[in-house]
DNA sequence: CATTTGACTGCGT
DNA sequence: AACGCAGCCAAAT
C-alpha cells in the first residue's frame, strides 16, 4: 500500500471520539442531553471526557445539544449556544444573556425513551 | 511508559 | 447562591 503519510493527511479519530461525535449528532434540534448523560449512553468514560473531546473534535457536529448538568450552556460558550437554543426553540430559563440556564425538565433528550 | 489536561459532577462549606 | 474540592477517565504530551 501507499507508504508510511509523510505529514498528516488524514488522521483517523480514536474510536472513543468517532462514537461521542456519532452520538452527538443523532441529537433531534431542541433537545440536549448533558455530558455526564452521553457518557452513560455510550457506556464509557466520564463527563470530562465528553467535554475534552467535543472541545477538540466537536466543531462540525451540535454541540450546543450537550450541556452541563445543571442546565448551564458550555463554559465559555454561552453566548454562541444561545443563538442556537433561540434558533431551534429550546426551551430556556433565566434572562440574563449569559445567565440564562435550558430548562432541562422540557429539552433533555433521552433516546430510549420516546425517540 | 508517566504525567498532565480538561466545553464535568456531586458534595461540602 | 457562590465557592472550593476530590473524583472522574480518554487523549495528548
Known sequence: MDPPSPARPIERLPEYVERVLETVAEIPAGRVVTYGQLARLLGSGGARTVGTVLARYGS???????????????????????????????????????????DMSRARWDPNDAG
Open 60 to 102: 462540525d457536529v451540535p454541540w450546543w445539544r450537550v450541556v452541563r448538568a445543571g442546565g448551564h450552556p458550555p463554559s465559555g460558550l454561552q453566548l454562541p449556544a444561545r443563538e442556537q437554543y433561540l434558533r431551534e426553540g429550546t426551551p430556556l430559563l433565566g434572562t440574563g444573556l449569559g445567565e440564562y440556564r435550558i
